[in-house]
Structures are given as C-alpha cells and as structure tokens.
C-alpha cells in the first residue's frame, strides 16, 4: 500500500522559506510516477502547485513558479518542497501526493499538513 | 489557461435527494482528463470519478459521472449520510493542474 507522510515546520515567518518533505512507503519513488504538492487555505479550495519526478523533472504552476523549488531524494524516498517568500496568503494546509505517469489524477494523498505563515 | 467553474457552490440536499454538481470548463477539454474527488473535513481529498465517467476502486455506484467538451456533471443518485462532503472536479494537462474551487454538499 502506497504511504505519504508530510513534515516540516508548521509555523513560517513571513519573507522565510517553507520547507516541507514527503516520505514515500510502499511504493518505489523511482517507478513511473509525478510525485506532487497541493494546497488548500483554511476553508478554501484546493491548488495545485507542482509536480516532479524521480529524475527530477518538474512542472510547477505558473503562477508560484517564481518561488518554488521542489527536488527529490531517491536514497531517501523523499521528495521535497521549498516556497521562498512567504506572506499570510500562504497560509494553508499541504498535501503531498502520487500520480502516475499515465493518469490524469492524484491517487494517493498524504494526510496534510497545515503551515501558518506569521511572526 | 482553463478556468473550472463549479455549480453550485453550496447544494443543500435531503439524505435519498438525487444531486446534481456541475463542473464547467472555460474552454473546450478532452474528457480523458477530467477527474472528480471527495473531500471531507480533515481529511484529503478522495477519488470519485477519473476520465469524466469512470468510478474509481470502491466508489459505490450512486456515484456517476458524464459530460463532454466544456459540461461535466457529477450524479449522486441517492444521498447516503456519509456522502455530505465538499465536491472538486479537476482537470489535467501535462504542464498544469488546475481545480474547480467546490461544491459543498449540506444536508437539508
């Protein structure tokens, strides 16, 4: 059974970077799979904010672009998420998740976790 | 960029109501693409529906999906209890994911 496990400080001051790591069980992270992050604000919806695979291929929304790392650890099984910048409107829960290459959603998801960006 | 707008955006329903959700894309889309999750509070979000109509393992058979080109809906035929949730249709291209931003389904 494919296991993602989020961790990472769950406060950031504002202008730092948010740092956060999945932890991938169950499953190889080197398989043919996009191992992904998502957002969602308390009480809003959910966005997408990239993606990347074992080789370290990634796309990343257009619109976060400017101020998202994301990079993988294979000897870890652990894929990674930097956001540089932070203000308040980045204050939300994150998820990381799986898709697989040849589907168009996320099949496995991590269980979140919130960051709250504040002094 | 697509924009997915979802309809309505808060469906107040009886427990045996038929519901209707509605995902509506700004621009013409494969319906390969098209996805449908669940998300209840707490928790992460939940495959319903990949390729606008197929059930994903599990998902009980009230749940049906259809649509085409630029009109997606989500059926749910008979509201079980445990189907009150906040509904997100999502579209995928290669380079780009985008949701729509919900529909919460109350119970009346």
């Known amino acids: 059974q494919v296991q993602l496990q989020e961790s990472g400080p769950g406060l950031v001051k504002p202008s730092d970077t948010l740092s956060l790591t999945c932890t991938v069980s169950?499953?190889?992270?080197?398989?043919?799979?996009?191992w992904g992050w998502i957002r969602q604000p308390p009480g809003k919806g959910l966005e997408w904010i990239g993606y990347?695979?074992?080789?370290?291929?990634?796309y990343y929304k257009s619109s976060l672009k400017s101020r998202v790392t994301m990079s993988v650890d294979t000897s870890k099984h652990q894929f990674s998420l930097k956001l540089s910048s932070v203000t308040a409107v980045d204050t939300a829960v994150y998820y990381c998740?799986?898709?697989?290459?040849?589907?168009?959603?996320?099949?496995?998801w991590g269980q979140g976790t919130l960051v709250t960006v504040s002094s | 960029e697509i924009v997915l707008t979802q309809s309505p955006g808060t469906l107040s329903l009886s427990p045996g109501e038929r519901a209707t959700l509605s995902c509506r894309a700004s621009?013409?889309?494969?319906?390969?693409?098209l996805v449908w999750y669940q998300q209840k509070p707490g928790q992460a979000p939940r495959l319903l529906i990949s390729?606008?109509?197929g059930r994903a393992t599990g998902i009980p058979d009230r749940f049906s999906g259809s649509g085409s080109g630029t009109d997606f809906t989500l059926t749910i035929s008979s509201l079980e209890p445990e189907d009150f949730a906040v509904y997100y249709c999502?579209?995928?291209?290669?380079?780009?994911?985008?949701f729509g931003q919900g529909t919460r389904l109350e119970i009346k």
């Open positions: 999502q579209h995928y291209a290669t380079s780009s994911i985008i």
């Open positions: 998740a799986r898709k697989e290459a040849s589907i168009p959603h996320f099949d496995y």
């Open positions: 390729g606008a109509s």
């Open positions: 169950g499953y190889s992270i080197t398989s043919n799979s996009w």
């Open positions: 621009q013409s889309v494969s319906s390969t693409f």
């Open positions: 990347i695979d074992y080789s370290g291929s990634t």
